[in-house]
């Protein structure tokens, strides 16, 4: 059996991109975005699956050319391999996980347009 991960806010890493990284197994990981409003990024493509849930502000997901706007409570998923960009409409809380785990293997790097 692992040992389980408790992970506080003050202790968690902060990637290349701005996330923090949270708990994180061998098969998912979790990491929290907290972002200004900002216009759609690159579209861009991962090798690993997205969940994700927006705590506080508005986003716009563009997914395969089709845009959701989402609010505080709604929730989404990219799945790996799917082209998409986001835009921040009002500054945002978000909490994701991914699956493998976003932060191995340079699955997590920033593409051209981020960071």
């Known amino acids: 059996m ?3 991960q ?3 806010k003050q202790a968690a890493e902060t990637g290349e991109m701005g996330q923090e990284y949270l708990a994180t197994g ?3 990981s979790m990491r929290r975005w907290e972002q200004a409003a900002s216009e759609f990024g690159e579209t861009h ?3 690993y699956e997205t969940v994700g849930m927006l ?3 508005i986003l716009e997901l563009d997914l395969d050319g089709q845009t959701a706007t989402l609010g505080a409570g709604d929730s989404w998923l990219v799945p790996e ?3 998409h960009r986001y835009r921040i409409v009002e ?3 978000a909490i994701e996980a991914t699956s493998p785990p976003a932060r191995f293997n340079n699955r997590d790097e920033p593409t051209s347009g981020e960071a």
Do not use: F, L, M, Y
């Open 91 to 93: 500054a945002v809380v």
């Open 6 to 8: 408790v992970i506080s």
């Open 45 to 47: 493509c991962r090798e």
């Open 81 to 83: 391999g799917a082209s």
């Open 26 to 28: 061998k098969q998912v």
């Open 55 to 57: 705590i506080s502000g």
């Open 2 to 4: 692992d040992i389980p």
